[in-house]
């Protein structure tokens, strides 16, 4: 089992751009997460999606988009994009039941020049 | 809307030391808290969860504890390695309701074992 899985690993874009992360849960698993994680900071939870749905939301931006797949699999989406948006960004998957922990991939590092 | 705090922001020890990272939270009708680890610039390792009908966990070295009339989780570490720096996080669901809620997280305590 990979486990989650995340691509890219790095991504420079200018401001103004847009960015589409993606992410592969852990086998077995429905749920998919979406948190941004500042330097120095702990992760902020972005949104969660559940059978294609967005399921919860936090305090992000409509700039913050997503999609789920039918094969579980999330892309995270970014438009226009500012200079604070350079972070960690972190995608973790689990069932909706909600019994199990939370398992978190490598994450993919976001630069905004 | 669940807020989560940790205490110390950092801490340094010799190795073989026990110690103690303190975690405190806002909203006692909490659904679980659990700990993670996270080694620089990688994703996070879980290391234990606690339910909220639960008062400790256990794990080799590791135990967390849950008191949810006080607000506080604590993790306790046994016999600290070199191995074992790394910055710590709680974290727990953003909302009460239940299910694999979105969670949020303490800033975290960063952690160096001296050899």
């Known amino acids: 089992d990979a486990g989650v899985t995340q691509s890219p690993t790095h991504l420079i874009k200018t401001r103004g751009q847009q960015v589409t992360l993606r992410c592969s849960p852990k086998s077995g698993h429905d749920t998919v997460s979406w948190y941004q994680q500042a330097l120095g900071q702990g992760p902020q939870f972005i949104f969660q999606?559940?059978?294609?749905?967005?399921?919860q939301r936090g305090n992000f931006p409509d700039r913050f988009s997503g999609h789920q797949f039918p094969n579980y699999s999330s892309e995270l989406n970014v438009n226009a994009l500012l200079l604070g948006d350079s972070a960690l960004y972190l995608c973790?998957?689990?069932?909706?039941?909600?019994?199990?922990?939370?398992?978190f991939g490598p994450g993919t590092r976001l630069l905004v020049l | 809307k669940q807020e989560v705090t940790q205490i110390p922001a950092a801490l340094s020890v010799p190795e073989g030391e026990n110690l103690v990272l303190n975690c405190s939270f806002t909203d006692s009708a909490i659904y679980n808290l659990q700990w993670f680890r996270q080694d620089p610039g990688k994703g996070l390792t879980s290391l234990l969860l606690?339910?909220?009908?639960?008062r400790e966990q256990t794990s080799g070295r590791l135990n967390a504890s849950l008191d949810k009339s006080s607000g506080r989780s604590t993790l306790y570490i046994a016999a600290s390695q070199p191995g074992d720096s790394a910055t710590y996080l709680c974290a727990s669901p953003l909302y009460s309701g239940g299910g694999a809620d979105g969670l949020t997280f303490g800033k975290g305590t960063h952690l160096i074992i001296q050899p």
């Open positions: 606690i339910q909220s009908s639960q």
């Open positions: 999606y559940y059978e294609e749905e967005e399921r």
């Open positions: 973790a998957s689990s069932l909706v039941t909600g019994r199990e922990t939370q398992y």
